[in-house]
C-alpha cells in the first residue's frame, strides 16, 4: 500500500501502537504528524520517519488540540488521514470511592479528545475526501476483567460507538470513519497504568495464547485508511488473539 503523498496525523504517537503507526505510514511514503507529550520518546519515533512534523501537545487541551490541526496544515497544506490513537487508563473503582477523579481524566483523553480532533480536521478531511480510523480496544465489548479498569472499559464503548455515529455524518462528504480494537499488545500501557496484571495472565486470556506486536495493529491501521478499504465505513476490526471468543465461552 502507497500513501506517497498522503498527509497522517497519529496522535499519541511517541511509542507502542502509535509510534508503530507513524513509522508505517512514514515507509509507505505518508507525510506525519505525529503528536504526543513527551518529547524524548517521540523524538526516538521521528528518528524512524523521514521528515516527519513533530508536534509536542496535549489534546485534551483545546489550544493545543487546534496547534495540531494548524501546524498541520501550515505544513504540508492539507489532511487526508487523522488516526485518533491517544488514550491512558486510571485505576478506579465505584466503591473505592475514587471513581470520579479518574473518569473526567480518562474520559477527557481516551472520548472528548477524539471528539475534538475530529471536529477540527472535519473540514480539511472533507476537502480530499479523506478517513479517520480511531483506536479503541476489546474493553469496550467487554465487562472489566479487574473493577479498576471499568472506567476505560466505559470509556473505550464510547470511542467505537462514536466511530460508527460520526461515519453517518461524514458519509455524504465521501469521508470514511472506522475503529480498530486491539486486545493485549506488547507496549508500556500495563507499566503506565501501575496495573497488576502481567502480559502472561493477557496470553491466558485469549485463544491464541499470546500478545501482539503493535506492528500488527498498524498494518491493520493502514488496510482502513488506504483505497484497500475504500468500500468500509463505520466499521470496528478486532484483532484480539481471540480474547473476546474466550471471554464468551466461559
Known amino acids: 500500500m502507497s500513501f506517497t503523498n498522503k ?19 512514514s515507509s509507505a511514503g505518508a507525510n506525519v504528524a505525529i503528536v504526543g507529550r513527551n518529547e524524548t520518546k517521540l523524538s526516538a519515533v521521528a528518528a524512524k520517519c523521514k521528515n516527519p512534523l513533530v508536534i509536542i501537545a496535549d ?7 487546534r496547534a495540531v490541526i494548524d501546524e498541520t496544515i501550515k505544513k504540508f497544506g492539507k489532511l487526508d ?8 487508563t486510571v485505576p478506579a473503582s465505584i466503591l473505592q470511592g475514587d471513581m470520579m477523579k479518574a473518569y473526567d481524566t480518562i474520559m477527557d483523553i481516551n472520548v472528548r479528545a477524539v471528539v475534538q480532533l475530529t471536529t477540527l480536521a472535519a473540514p480539511h478531511l472533507v476537502k480530499t475526501k479523506g478517513n479517520i480510523v480511531n483506536i479503541s480496544s476489546v474493553a469496550g465489548r467487554l465487562a472489566p476483567a479487574y473493577p479498576s479498569t471499568i472506567n476505560y472499559n466505559m470509556s473505550k464503548a464510547a470511542v467505537t460507538h462514536f466511530g460508527k455515529c460520526a461515519a453517518v455524518e461524514f458519509a455524504e462528504h465521501g469521508v470514511r470513519v472506522n475503529t480498530v480494537s486491539p486486545g493485549p ?4 500501557f500495563l507499566s503506565n497504568s501501575k496495573s497488576a496484571a502481567t502480559w502472561e495472565q493477557y496470553k491466558a486470556g485469549n485463544v491464541l495464547k499470546r500478545v501482539s506486536e503493535p506492528d500488527e495493529i498498524a498494518d491493520l491501521v493502514l488496510f482502513l485508511a488506504s483505497d484497500k478499504a475504500r468500500g468500509i465505513t463505520g466499521s470496528e476490526f478486532v484483532s484480539d488473539n481471540g480474547a473476546c471468543i474466550k471471554r464468551a465461552a466461559q
Request: proline content about 0%; overall charge negative; hydrophobic content about 55%.
Open 81 to 88: 488521514v487523522l488516526i485518533n490513537n491517544a488514550g491512558l
Open 7 to 25: 498527509v497522517v496525523i497519529v496522535t499519541g504517537a511517541s511509542s507502542g501502537i502509535g509510534a508503530a503507526i507513524a513509522i508505517a505510514f
Open 59 to 65: 489534546v485534551t487541551k483545546e489550544k493545543d488540540a
Open 185 to 188: 499488545v506488547y507496549t508500556d
